[in-house]
């Protein structure tokens, strides 16, 4: 990893982990010297501390030993096993099971300012790198880092550091980005907006960079839902045409209550918002990954309610 050193975030002692997964810091010891269930990070004074991907494992393993799970036979389990333990036995709920979302901070500045309000990052997964961007960029270390989510901070706004951020990106992999700067020209500023880079002014405001964060991380949420979406559900294809669809709302229905009428109607509306999500005109990526997961739920909704409308049609024919 060269040179450059990164520290975990959020951290938690060993009380706070306790009052949290609701275990006595003696047994806390007690799994970490038996079965490795300890904190995996190491401050610089040598304090051991546990980060949020530890915190969230024990608290599964001890929702498990509640239901009498023998710790002995699920230590050594990974979490992914762990959690379909839990949700097997339907005690998931309330149980944090999904994957954090990968942030690097980057920049003494920004790195210095979160050791002071740890909680605007609770629910990441963040790692601090400590060195200026220009030493970051220069190293190439970055390749190795991939994140979805940036912050970097920088303490002017030029066309030197405008062009650190890009290459920052480009090597990390085009991750969402957060840019903190103490001075600016409104040019790069409106710049780095122009390709999706959020801008805030040092010294940060606690709330208004928390409304960021989430707004970031909402965006980054559905985008991977879209591709969860588009994993799960491809796009189907159309079962009834315009023309058979007029020719059925026309025709008298199939069964007395109206139901062929008011499927071929449903249809063709959601056929109509189904074409139109796909043309909407979008500000931005994170517009077009919300669109893109509408139109791919609208599809897959028009073609169950086809296939509704084909299963009336087909028990017609047989009674016929």
Request: glycine fraction near 8%; charged fraction near 25%.
């Amino acid at each position: 990893m060269g040179a450059l050193e990164l520290e975990a975030r959020p951290l938690y002692g060993i009380g706070t982990v306790a009052r949290l997964t609701r275990i006595k810091p003696g047994t806390l010891r007690i799994w970490d010297r038996r079965y490795g269930l300890g904190a995996s990070y190491k401050s610089k004074s040598g304090r051991r501390m546990y980060t949020q991907t530890d915190l969230e494992h024990l608290q599964i393993v001890a929702n498990l030993v509640d239901r009498g799970y023998r710790i002995g036979e699920i230590a050594n389990m990974e979490r992914k096993t762990l959690a379909a333990l839990l949700e097997r036995a339907g005690a998931g709920q309330g149980v944090t099971t999904k994957i954090r979302i990968k942030t690097l901070c980057v920049g003494t500045r920004f790195c210095d300012w979160l050791d002071k309000h740890p909680n605007v990052v609770s629910g990441l997964d963040v790692r601090l790198m400590r060195d200026e961007l220009q030493t970051a960029v220069a190293s190439g270390d970055l390749e190795q880092l991939p994140a979805k989510l940036l912050i970097v901070s920088v303490g002017q706004l030029s066309r030197a550091q405008f062009d650190l951020v890009e290459d920052a990106r480009r090597q990390i992999g085009a991750p969402l980005t957060l840019v903190a700067y103490e001075f600016g020209n409104p040019l790069w500023v409106e710049q780095l907006a122009e390709r999706g880079i959020a801008c805030l002014k040092m010294p940060l405001d606690q709330e208004r960079f928390g409304v960021h964060i989430a707004g970031l991380r909402q965006a980054i949420e559905i985008d991977q839902g879209n591709n969860d979406a588009g994993e799960l559900a491809q796009l189907k294809p159309h079962i009834f045409d315009t023309a058979a669809l007029a020719q059925l709302k026309q025709q008298n229905s199939v069964l007395p209550c109206g139901c062929t009428h008011h499927l071929a109607e449903l249809i063709e509306s959601l056929s109509n918002f189904e074409q139109y999500s796909s043309e909407c005109a979008v500000e931005g990526w994170a517009d077009a990954a919300t669109h893109a997961c509408v139109h791919a739920y609208i599809n897959q909704a028009r073609f169950l309610v086809e296939r509704a409308l084909a299963s009336v049609l087909e028990e017609k024919s047989d009674r016929a």
